[in-house]
């Protein structure tokens, strides 16, 4: 796989040192970070979506 540099800032450098575990690449807590943001960013778009739902009234409740 192809390999980049990037800058960060020292202080950037340490706050990925505690989210990682030991023995984490930069590249592995940096992929970790991506996929959680990833996540979230589904999870408050179905939420979102259900509010709208909700909201207009177009839903069937289920008994």
């Known amino acids: ?3 980049t540099t990037i ?3 020292k202080s950037t ?3 990925l040192k505690n989210v990682g575990t030991m023995g984490d690449t930069y590249d592995t ?4 970070l991506v996929e959680e943001h990833m996540r979230i ?3 408050d778009f179905l939420v979102e979506t259900q509010h ?3 909201k207009e009234g177009k839903f069937t409740e289920l008994d």
């Open 52 to 54: 709208r739902i909700a």
């Open 29 to 32: 807590v940096i992929r970790n």
């Open 1 to 3: 796989m192809q390999k």
């Open 13 to 15: 450098v340490e706050k």
């Open 7 to 9: 800058q960060l800032e």
């Open 41 to 43: 960013r589904r999870r």
